[in-house]
């Protein structure tokens, strides 16, 4: 498969009154064609500043991209013109936010907001856009859509809301779709349909997705591959399967036992002891090491490098060294444990 | 909403005639009396008493009174040889609406720019500067500023003329000063707003969208910052015709302010009584007007009948 995305070494900081928060710490990812790609981590790990950066919604000042290359098809966002961008957003790449009580405009139709894109990006018509509007309101599986296409925002429920957020995005039928924790703000059986309308309009559309979440059981549904982030810097990623049954990161083991077990079988739910790294003054070794409970001399000192375990596993922990300890990884995680 | 409107305008009216009420009652506390001069006679101010019917009772004085109002009759004037209020109200209104209206609008439109502006361009110079320009507006009273002008512009270096009304370049000078308060008010609120707006999500929505600056600002942001700067809009108003009274007589402007002060110190009750229900009628209807738009602007009250799904 070919590669869409292509993040290399990616580096965003904030100027702020505290000084230089390193959000961002050399970011390598890639998101293939049609495929969805899990963004995974704890509050604050930098996962939303990564979306944005793709996106080119890094607000300057405060932020700014330090260093690094994001490809998108072979060309560079970071090097775009803003005009240029502004036609990449919304149009090639878009985004579905946390919010949808928020992140709609309260005092334009849903139509009117559907439609924006549409007329800047294809050139409809003031009467053609709205035809597709409809379409597009039907095909997210909003009831009476004419209807519905005057309406204000506060006229629809939150998972409605959702879904004419969703209808925003896909107008242009975008190759890649950034959805930042697109459920955390509703209800459990709203977020089930949202998810199943996402995933069906992924088989529908073939669009790429970035999903970010905390939620795993929404991984497990919905990514082929995940990228775990910590700190600022993405410490394992693989494919589901590899991260969920056999993952090598103690961070990732922290996450998975934290997790509410997907087959049944409730259990305590572990969190992670202590608190993320201070990005304004980020630890030079592994960011996980006050908190590792396997931590070693080493990590402190050094961050680890990628240890490449299958052609789509990639894990940066000192364990992985052939000079480690063995360690097993505790029998708490999710699903079963590693074999 | 035409029921809310119709019901809006019937309280209107019965406020409207309380404040008619209340108006004939203070007529009666204010000392003194019209016909103070010391060269009247006793009886000559019986005869002018019962002219003007002021030793009729109370009551058929009020029933009069309140009459006319229905007929659209104010009474006559005390002073002006006993001419309609109606007819004196008319020949003076014009200038004083002139100068609300232009000021009203050169202060707003101004204002708007100078909080968008700044809101904008946060915490750089540009912004610093109209803040301060607008903390000045605001702390410094309208006849201050129009003295100071009068002195240095009018008299002092001779760009405007000083006084008087006689054609748009004596419009400049009152403008400016009831202009500068309304300006420095609504910079700052709509600063406020606009900063509030940008930091909204559905401003990344817009921009995640693809669509320019300019358009998300427009569009986006100021719509939507303007809806609470419109609330503040009826007071600003009310406070500027109250500006008027004052500033009129700075710039001898013949307007209605300075008739209506003219009329207190005369204690000519019909002009005084005719004069503040105009201003009153002017206050209620801009208080309604406001609320109005306040609806047509934001959906979210002018459909609040309408359920959700
Ligand atoms: N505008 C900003 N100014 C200063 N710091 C910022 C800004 N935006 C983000 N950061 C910092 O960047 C870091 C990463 O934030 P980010 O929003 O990417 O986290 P996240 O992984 O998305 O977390 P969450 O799960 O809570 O959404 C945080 O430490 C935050 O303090
Ligand atoms: S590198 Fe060291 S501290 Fe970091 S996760 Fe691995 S063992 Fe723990
Ligand atoms: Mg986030």
Known sequence: MDKLLEIKDLHVSFDTYGGEVKAVRGVNLDVKKGETLAIVGESGSGKSVTSKAVMGLIPNPPGRIKQGEIL?????????????????????????????????????????????????????????????TVKLLDLVGIPNPDKRVKQYPHQFSGGMRQRVVIAIALACNPMLLIADEPTTALDVTIQAQILDLMRDLQKQMSTSIILI?????VVANLAHRVAVMYGGKIIETGTVD??????????????????PKLHGKSEELL????????????PKGCPFAPRCPHAMQVCIEHMPDYTELTDTQKSACWLLDERAPKVEPPETIGVGGSK | MVRYIIGRIGYLIVT??????????????????????????????????????????IAKQFINYIGGIFKGDLGVSFTYDGRPVTKLISERIGPSAVLGIESTIVGTILGLLLGIIAALRRNTYIDYISMIVAVLGISIPSFVFAGLLQYFVGVKWALLPVAFWEGPLYHVMPVISLAVGVMATIARFMRTEMLEVLGQDYMTTAKAKGLSSVTVVFKHAIRNALIPVITILGPLVIGLVTGTLVIEHIFAVP??????????????YPM???????????FLIIILVVDLLYGIIDPRIRLASGGKD
């Open chain 1, 72 to 132: 998108f098809n072979g060309k560079d966002l970071t090097k775009l013109s803003d005009r240029k961008m502004q036609g990449v957003r919304g149009k090639d790449i878009s985004m579905i936010f946390q919010d949808p009580m928020t992140s709609l405009n309260p005092t334009m139709t849903v139509g009117k907001q559907i439609m924006e894109g549409l007329i800047k990006h294809q050139k409809l018509s003031r009467s053609e856009a709205r035809e597709r």
């Open chain 1, 242 to 259: 590899e991260v969920f049954y056999k993952p090598k990161h103690p961070y990732t083991w922290g996450l998975l036992s934290s997790m």
């Open chain 1, 213 to 217: 979440t905390h939620d795993l059981g």
């Open chain 2, 16 to 57: 409207f005639f309380i404040i008619a009420a209340l108006t004939f009652m203070l007529m009666q506390l204010l000392p003194g009396s019209p016909f103070n001069s010391e060269k009247l006679t006793n009886e000559q101010i019986e005869i002018l008493k019962d002219q003007y019917h002021l030793n009729d009772p």
């Open chain 2, 255 to 268: 307007g209605l302010g300075d008739q209506f002060v003219d009329s207190i110190s005369k204690r000519d």
């Open chain 2, 272 to 282: 005084i009584m005719g004069t503040t229900l105009l201003y009153s009628a002017l």
């Open chain 1, 271 to 282: 969190a992670i002891p202590g608190s993320p790294p201070d990005l304004s003054n980020p």
